[in-house]
């Protein structure tokens, strides 16, 4: 395909909310309209904006402008909708459809040339196989706090959601000491246990607990009592919803309600019950939630995604299709979307970062 | 009793933890070196330091500096120990004994001649219970993050707690609006809304509800819908823990686990259910819990705090006891300690903070 | 006239930029929508835009949505224009005139009852003499970050560059004492020194300057170095731009360029000249600057703001003209803008707050 | 030399306060504890400690117990001072002494086996001439909030920095905007214009000038217009104090005051003066100075320093002298300190965040 042929293209964020988007989409506006002729087109509400008869939206300079240090996405989006397999629940009965055809014609009637993807590896995989199956061709930029994914260094959102736990975590050191507890801090990551291993470490955590490096409850109490007995009469905990006991399930799996929205505690919950019988401390539970998706994105993460948008328009002018933009040290490049959907990337528990963690002094439970 | 015998002064910080309260112990003994001769002595974790064996120690200039603008409080703290209803749990069975006698002979032993007490509602009525079966003069420094004292305008800690809360709802609002979905924030206050109230203010809320406007979720769905029909589909809600629906009890009361502590969600999760059923959108809930009785205190909790404090130091050289330092106006004033106890300061439903919330379009759902 | 009467408002800011602008203008227009009929138009960039051709816009909901967190003015501002002495340069040259007239005459083309202006003690008084000279009814919400407004407890926009000024004075302690340095913050206030005042005691100033109390800067050098004869060898000095030595002119007023604006350094980079010649430190200064008018308005700003712009709209409704929203205790009143202009409401030098600061071992060089 | 001799460690901060120094102090305790036996001393204020009478102190893990998130260094720094070359004033002559025989005696006198230096180009390179003149074994930890050391990615401090001036640029652009005014932020870096380019990029900066890009007021003031034409009647300009025009000299190096320190104003004042004959637009220059070397380390510099200041230790343990820990992409790698001293990381001006900047839209005057 020659890449001249590029008049329209379409953009959409897909998945969970994630500090960052809209400088995503300010700089691949703004770097279109320095290098490239082409109409770009918002497409609402991630996937879903594709089947469903919601209009697309002109992006142009006015559209983007004042929105870098502002959380959310102009465009809206949706969480786990899939063209190739849409949910719908009809009489209280969950159907799914291929509803890929009609995505594709919607975009089609548009004109559009080109599929920007704005997402994690569910939504990349989902641009994948648009091109793939249609021949759509596609450019992704990935979006996750998790920074779970190959491929990549580091993903915009992360910078900011450990900000977030490291100022949870600096805010509940002080009752900690003052009430002499254990606090524990709840935050995201099912598989992978980056952002509790990062702000455990920014925020000085005693234990940090990760879907890695399966725990085991005595372990834990063992070091908050090792503290109390060398007179330090509190502890932060920091664990990932995704942690789980040796041996055992995550906690998450077994406390998710029926519509899969954890309503009865997870991990957190779970940890206040367990280690108050083996600690003479009260034990508190804070689960930070939502509370990581939003916000302004820190500097780092304005910068980075502003990096990654500029270098997608880059890509979409050199007609670089199957590509996400991806970062390898200090360098913007492009990568196979087939390498980085797929795998995740995990926390290697004898990496650099936890063996600094214990060389620091913080337990894993292990 | 002439005020210039007082050689001794122990001070106490009881109860939750609360913004300011370094501010206060820093300000108190400050202007104690400046304005007299007795010797301060800080007795930790709060009335529990005076029925255990935990020792005093001297406040001095070098034992409060730098602590200005830090969490917590450096003397430690407890919740809920009251030295006429001492809690002892023997054999699993719990059993309440009066050791005020032997917290007197600790003050005693230590020649404390005036005890100033940083405290809320409870703290302060032992303090004054303290003055009038032993004579042992006493000064009160009011605490309550949830500003629901009566007798003062204000209270330190509150307006970091509505910070905390406040910036909870800008990083929410995004989230909300981007996912189209109802957002809900579970802040403190079991029987006052005052964290609620100006933290919705602040942060925009669409909806509030709190202890002293019982709601009906229709009402409150409602609200919801209409937004809906002018085109936002989103809404933010804050919810006091104790608010409670239209003839019923807080939902607070119903989800409260054996111990006391609310395991099984409150009136944030309650809410999730109940407007699921009547509301197309997604519902989440976030609780923020402890998040709000940490972190730095802000400036104005910094500089009330302070004053408080120094004023407590006249109080003491001046020989008024069975006061406590109340803001008036512009102007700290002595306060009775007796017209302080027992009355809470609640939200006047029908007052300016209330109609201006509704004026600027905020429900309540009454 | 009857309040009945009136159909259009028209509403404008005025003067420096401030915190909580928006918030003020959010709750005039919704609070309008809920209460009265009339129509709003907003004047663009203070009254500036009485006199030139700028267009008039509609203020309706849609045009203050999200605008809450938001500093500065959706509607601009303008320094120093006064509609009855509008300063022209012709070919060099300074001419002032008065374009009162023009000024009514464009509010009578667009039909406005009421003139709404929100603005400090100049930009009220203007509006009080359109009032008087041409019977337009005024409504007055005061703004100053300076909080040197007569008639009202407090200002909006204080509190968020107090707030600015703490942040400063936390980042640069560490610094003073890593270093062994005297910093020096110099923040606005040209004739009151509240926010050097407050954000001092709020971040834990040594030596406070404001121009209530003219220093000697011997007195000054005296604190520095008796903190050094106690083995703490920095100190922190806040200073108002205004401050002046004891018996002579502001610094300021020496050091203003042609243009009034301070060029060659104020009250920081006199201090920094003549205390190093009295202490052994290195000395560093410091301007805030604009900064202190920027950012996000705090919870607190937000809230009175609101309360505020509300309360004008309820004046409006009840045609009680020729008043201003005050602050007095918990409550908003009106006041007669004749008795809140042309009198300054300065720091007391014997006040409490000065004596509490004194209490605390802050020297004001006097 | 054989690594097991080593029984204690020295260890200094050196050069100009970056926040994160304390992170690595504790990193470096706390990892000695864990993997070594040695006794750490710390040597205060920099070289200064090494060449005058100031006792040495032990760091122990009390000693650096809750300094991680702290601003500033517990052991105090100096900035400028070198053993080989001390300048002392003598009757107001200067005069340059070798003390370093001095300090390598000190250094021997407390049996100190290697010497760490945290600091920046200028003292990494003194250590190196410890080791190579005295066999003094020395291990460096980079530090420069400026970021442009070679041979490392990134150095702590860096982020804070950025974080810090993006927070300025976020507070001024409201007020740009609502007074149609140029604003200018003048931030650190002599040589380099990384806190510049960063932070330019990160606040929505429309112009950036950097040491390494000389500018033409002309072409500045052309964008300024530009956007006029545009309709954006306001505009943010970020400058590196370094920053110099065309074919000319730095402004900083025609500004400084006969002891180093420019009184009068720099590249900030300079440009008010140059544009303001140049636009019609009222322009403003805030200098953000000491501001960005102080503060809480975000979470990002914490984590940095901390991972830097383990691997110092594992780098004594092992043996491995006359390095200093860099990063290298994700990993920490040992690099000779001679490879990087004495060359600069500049802004590469055709390089990745530069052409970003300017697809973005961003002007740098060449």
Same mark, same amino acid.
């Given at each position: ?6 008049e329209t ?15 995503v989409l300010?700089a691949?506006?703004?770097t279109s ?10 497409i609402p509400?991630?996937?879903e904006g594709l089947?469903?008869?919601?209009p697309?939206?002109?992006?142009d ?5 004042g ?9 809206g ?9 849409v ?7 969950l ?7 009609k995505?594709v ?7 559009? /040339?080109?599929?920007?993807?704005? +997402? !994690?590896? &569910?939504?990349?995989? %989902?641009?994948l196989?648009? @091109?793939?199956q ?14 779970d ?6 993903t915009?959102g992360?910078?900011t959601a450990?900000?977030t ?15 002499h ?17 990062e702000?455990?470490?920014a ?7 990760i879907p ?7 372990r834990?109490?063992?070091?908050i009592?090792e503290?109390?007995r060398?007179g330090?009469?509190f502890?932060?905990?920091v ?10 399930e ?6 998710v309600?029926? /519509?899969g929205?954890?309503?009865? +505690? !997870?991990? &957190?919950a779970?940890? %206040?019950e367990?280690?108050s @019988?083996?600690?003479g ?5 804070t689960?930070?939630?939502h509370?990581q ?6 500097p ?5 995604a ?16 199957g ?6 040290g200090?360098?913007i ?5 087939e390498h980085?959907v797929g795998?995740q990337?995990?926390?290697?528990p ?8 214990r ?8």
């Amino acid at each position: 395909m020659a890449y001249a042929r590029v008049e329209t293209v379409g953009i959409l964020t897909a998945g969970g909310d994630c500090p960052g988007l809209n400088a995503v989409l300010r700089a691949f506006v703004r770097t279109s309209a320095r290098t490239a002729t082409w109409k770009i087109l918002g497409i609402p509400d991630g996937y879903e904006g594709l089947v469903n008869d919601a209009p697309f939206r002109t992006l142009d300079g006015d559209a983007v402008r004042g929105i870098l240090p502002r959380g959310g996405t102009i465009l809206g989006t949706s969480n786990r909708c899939n063209p190739f397999a849409v949910r719908h629940t009809v009489d209280g009965e969950l159907t799914v459809t291929d509803e890929s055809e009609k995505a594709v014609a919607k975009l089609r009637a548009h004109d559009v /040339d080109v599929l920007v993807v704005v +997402g !994690g590896d &569910g939504s990349l995989g %989902v641009g994948l196989q648009l @091109q793939r199956q249609y021949s759509i061709p596609v450019v992704g930029i990935p979006k996750t706090i998790d920074n779970d994914l190959s491929s990549t260094d580091i993903t915009f959102g992360f910078d900011t959601a450990v900000a977030t736990a490291t100022d949870a975590l600096d805010k509940l050191h002080s009752t900690a000491e003052s009430h002499h507890r254990v606090m524990i801090l709840e935050v995201m990551g099912r598989n992978a246990g980056w952002i509790a291993l990062e702000s455990g470490l920014a925020g000085g955590a005693d234990i940090i607990v990760i879907p890695e490096i399966p725990f085991r409850v005595e372990r834990i109490a063992e070091a908050i009592l090792e503290r109390g007995r060398r007179g330090i009469h509190f502890s932060m905990l920091v664990a990932a919803e995704g942690a789980r006991p040796v041996g055992g399930e995550p906690i998450l799996a077994q406390r998710v309600g029926p /519509d899969g929205y954890p309503r009865l +505690g !997870g991990i &957190g919950a779970w940890l %206040v019950e367990q280690l108050s @019988q083996h600690v003479g401390y009260e034990v508190r539970a804070t689960v930070l939630g939502h509370l990581q998706r939003g916000g302004s994105p820190s500097p780092f993460d304005r910068v980075l995604a502003s990096r990654l948008g500029a270098h997608a328009a880059l890509l979409v002018g050199a007609g670089d299709f199957g590509k996400m933009v991806g970062v390898r040290g200090l360098e913007i490049v492009p990568v196979p979307i087939e390498h980085a959907v797929g795998v995740q990337k995990l926390v290697p528990p004898c990496g650099e970062r936890v063996m600094t963690a214990r060389h620091l002094g913080i337990a894993f439970g292990d």
